[in-house]
C-alpha cells in the first residue's frame, strides 16, 4: 500500500530530458504539483506546457545546479511561486568521454561539480523544506 501523493509539490532535477522528464510525467498524472529544474529552459518550457494537461501546477527554473548561488535563487523562485517540496528527485548528471590520460582535466571536474556538488547545493537548498513538512 503506496502513500498517497495527489496534491504534493515535487521538485525534479534533470526535468529537461530523459528520466527526470519522465519522472516529472509520472508525478503530474498522479496529481503532483511539478517543479521542474534543469538548464534548458526551452526543454523546460515545453515540458510545463504538457503537464498542464494533468490538471497540476507547474512551474520551472532553467538553472546550472552546480552554482550553488544560482541554485539557491532558483529554489527560493519555486519556493514562492509553486510552494515548499515535500518530494525532491535529484536526477540531474552528467558524465565525461575520454580516457583518463587524453581527456581535458575541466571536462573531468565538471561531473563532479555537477553529480556531487549539485546534488549537494539542491539537497541543502530544499532538505529544510522537506523536514518542516514531514
Do not use: C
Request: aromatic fraction near 6%; charged fraction near 30%; charge should be negative.
Amino acid at each position: 500500500m503506496g502513500q498517497n501523493i495527489k496534491g504534493k509539490i515535487a521538485y525534479v532535477t534533470g526535468a529537461g530530458s530523459g528520466i527526470g522528464r519522465a519522472t516529472a510525467r509520472e508525478l503530474a498524472k498522479e496529481g503532483v504539483h511539478v517543479g521542474l529544474i534543469a538548464r534548458t529552459e526551452e526543454k523546460l518550457e515545453k515540458l510545463a506546457n504538457e503537464l498542464k494537461e494533468y490538471d497540476v501546477k507547474v512551474e520551472y527554473e532553467a538553472v546550472d545546479i552546480s552554482d550553488m548561488d544560482a541554485v539557491n535563487k532558483s529554489i527560493d523562485q519555486l519556493r514562492n511561486r509553486l510552494g515548499k517540496a515535500d518530494i525532491l528527485i535529484n536526477n540531474a548528471g552528467v558524465g565525461s568521454k575520454g580516457n583518463l590520460v587524453d581527456a581535458d582535466p575541466d571536462e573531468w571536474k565538471r561531473p563532479i561539480e555537477v553529480n556531487v556538488f549539485g546534488t549537494y547545493y539542491v539537497t541543502r537548498a530544499v532538505l529544510p523544506d522537506l523536514i518542516e513538512k514531514k
